[in-house]
């Protein structure tokens, strides 16, 4: 059969080598500390918790003197 | 402009101004005396999805407000004398259409000339894809007589996904380099580009990462037009306020970036996550967690928001898109168990978040829709609550729509750009068409990525394939069957809105017309003929296609040249003398690890040797084009 490179080789043959020599030199390992399975839970119950107090107080926070006017005033 | 801490301060101030304002009006029209646990719950999903927008929102304002002003938005200056370092230009592949691949190094490498090393670094585990990208890569070196900068290196097991293929190259031939500029397999940069990155490394030794932002471009589906309209016309007004809120603080889109070699192989080697996929395992979304351990090292990260010629192209349809979200959606969310991580700066931490909260604000707004609809629908509620809805949907359109004209606006001011895009009617058109493609897509794919968490929740993993990049009209039967679920929930939804709240059905039509049109939208926007005619109509130009764009259409040429011989072409190996002789000299450059079964190998030594692969497998063409020996012996 004709050679599938026929038409496309270069005078000079098959390229010579398709990398540079190798100069190794191993990437250092980020000393990335992730967080264990526990404290990430851990870290997002505060969190929730963090919010579900924010939420409890919220209700005594809207009912402050200012935001109360302002709803009386806006349905007056 | 304000120095960067006032910036930030001030953008913080606006995001939670608003945020508060919202709420608290929110609030005042839900209830008189106090709340139900639920009206809280409805109240707090506001207030984080407010913010979320808010925040996108007041970016575009700060960048509007930069662009118009003429802000200059990168603080470096490039050297003026001619770079002496080296940098190599890198593109890892993985199964691509090897024709586009190559077609484009090709045209990098003509517009960069002799300044760069250009290395192709395959990590394809198909057969196929594998001889074809030897043979395209010893296709190009002829054609381009010898053209000794360019380097193929096929990596026998594919270990770390991307990350673990820029690896391999920075620990074999990172020392001969000072600098490497990452593409993705559709990236396109020109000459200019990549010397003016290359200056500004030499000028800016703290910077270890430049991200040049890319620019959508290149399709023809109508689908990837309206993105590359969008991208072209909105981003601009994004990039820059990103870039002034970052400062060097920046990140790394994976990839159009230049990266200073020996701070990355010194800073970031990615750890394996403990614990299995999908929250453990490899990192998939490295570049945000790279550009992170840099900045905690204490380099640089900044992005070049006006250094132009830095494009990539879009996806073609909306399932192509919406399948590499899953992706990115998976690497965003395993950076929840990163972003705690110690000593990370404030902004990567921030960086990381926002990544992530934009998947996860998806089921959040169906929550918050779900939510909003029961409560409208129950009688005891009455009219309040309709007129939160509204508030919340006018609220929401104003963040949602206004950098739209914002953007609109900045542009206006450029003569040029205006022409490059159509001219004002034109880019007029193409806002409003595009508007209402977005809002006809966003329930779509706030369906879509709210199942993808769904699934990754429950411990449903994908793989990182590679991405279908070229166009192609999507057969309806296709579309029914991906989307009939999508068009279904729409149809149940007007049905349940109907029976319990007539009242509202009217505020959800709109996100209910999305998912019931998703079958049409998908089948349509896939067409890469309505593309075409759009462009005929003057709709949705970007300056590429109005003026053209050299690299790109030099790549688009040679595609178009190479793309009939790029069959598949494995069996050659074992046919062509001279096609073996290529493939065992690269073979013997990156040599393949001891076969795992040898008596398999054994068999099929005995059925290549009688030309008998028809009923090879995809491993057992890996087994036969890996083994050396075998391959030699054949003459």
């Known amino acids: 059969m004709n050679s599938h490179l026929r038409d496309i080789s270069h005078p000079g043959g098959l390229a010579a080598a398709s990398v540079p020599l190798r100069c190794h030199r191993p990437m250092q390992a980020a000393a990335l500390t992730v967080p264990t399975t526990l404290s990430f839970f851990g870290t997002m119950l505060m969190g929730v918790l963090a919010l579900l107090r924010g939420a409890a107080m919220a209700p005594a926070l809207l009912r402050s003197p200012v935001l109360l006017r302002m709803r009386h005033q806006r349905r007056a | ?635």
């Open chain 2, 1 to 635: 402009m304000p120095d960067l801490a006032l910036r930030r301060w001030l953008y913080l101030y606006f995001v939670l101004a608003s945020t508060v304002a919202a709420v608290t009006a929110m609030a005042g029209v839900l209830r008189g005396g106090g709340f139900s646990g639920g009206e809280i719950a409805l109240l707090v999903l506001f207030a984080i999805l407010f913010a979320w927008i808010s925040a996108s929102f007041w970016l575009t304002c700060l960048g509007a407000v930069a662009r118009l002003a003429g802000v200059r938005l990168l603080p470096l200056n490039a050297a003026a004398e001619p770079s002496a370092a080296r940098t190599a230009i890198l593109m890892p592949v993985y199964n691509e259409d090897v024709a586009g691949v190559f077609a484009g190094v090709r045209s990098i490498w003509e517009a960069a000339g002799p300044d760069f090393d250009f290395y192709i670094l395959s990590d394809s585990t198909n057969p196929a894809s594998w001889i074809a990208e030897e043979l395209a890569w010893h296709r190009m070196k002829a054609e381009l007589d010898g053209a000794p900068n360019i380097f193929y290196r096929h990596r026998p097991r594919n270990i770390g996904r991307k990350s673990g293929n820029i690896q391999d190259f920075c620990e074999n031939w990172g020392q001969l380099y000072d600098y490497m500029v990452i593409l993705d397999a559709d990236s396109l940069m020109t000459g200019r580009t990549l010397r003016e990155l290359v200056g500004l490394m030499d000028a800016n030794p703290r910077a270890a990462l430049i991200q040049a932002p890319p620019q959508l471009v290149g399709r023809n589906s109508l689908f990837a037009r309206i993105q590359q309209f969008a991208s072209s016309v909105y981003g601009p007004l994004h990039t820059a306020g990103l870039a002034l809120l970052q400062g060097p603080d920046g990140n790394y889109w994976g990839h159009n970036a230049i990266i200073r070699v020996h701070a990355f192989m010194q800073h970031c080697g990615l750890p394996k996550l403990p614990g299995k996929p999908p929250f453990g395992g490899e990192i998939l979304s490295h570049d945000f967690i790279e550009a992170a351990l840099l900045r905690r090292a204490g380099w640089d990260v900044w992005m070049a928001p006006d250094i132009g010629g830095s494009y990539e192209e879009p996806p073609p349809t909306i399932p192509d898109y919406l399948l590499r979200d899953r992706r990115w959606c998976q690497g965003n969310l395993q950076h929840l168990r990163v972003i705690f991580a110690e000593g990370l700066k404030l902004p990567s931490r921030l960086h990381l978040a926002m990544g992530i909260m934009s998947y996860a604000s998806s089921p959040l707004w169906l929550f918050l829709l779900i939510a909003s609809a029961s409560f409208v629908g129950a009688a005891e509620h009455g009219p309040y609550y309709a007129t939160a809805v509204v508030t919340l949907v006018v609220a929401m359109l104003v963040l949602l729509f206004g950098p739209k004209l914002l953007a609109l606006i900045v542009l206006a001011q450029d003569e040029d750009q205006v022409r490059a895009h159509g001219g004002m009617g034109a880019i007029g058109w193409g806002i409003i068409l595009e508007s209402l493609f977005s809002a006809l897509m966003a329930p779509i794919a706030m369906l879509q990525l709210s199942w993808y968490i769904l699934s990754i929740l429950m411990g449903i993993a994908v793989g990182w394939g590679s991405q279908q990049r070229t166009d192609r009209a999507l057969p309806w039967r296709y579309a029914a069957r991906g989307y009939g679920i999508h068009t279904a929930l729409g149809v149940i939804g007007i049905v349940l809105l109907n029976a319990f709240a007539p009242g509202a059905l009217g505020w959800f039509l709109p996100l209910l017309a999305g998912l019931i049109l998703s079958i049409p939208l998908v089948v349509m926007t896939s067409s890469p003929l309505l593309g075409e005619l759009t462009r005929q109509d003057g709709l949705f130009l970007v300056p590429s296609e109005r003026r053209g764009l050299r690299v790109l259409d030099r790549a688009h040429a040679l595609t178009a040249a190479h793309a009939a011989s790029m069959t598949d072409v494995r069996a050659l190996v074992l046919e062509d003398p001279d096609v073996r002789r290529l493939h065992l000299a690269l073979l013997a450059d990156t040599p393949a690890p001891p076969p795992a079964d040898p008596v398999r190998l054994a068999a099929l030594r005995v059925q290549a040797a009688r030309r008998e692969v028809a009923g090879f497998t995809r491993e057992d063409w890996t087994m036969v084009l890996c083994d050396a020996e075998g391959l030699a012996a054949l003459g």
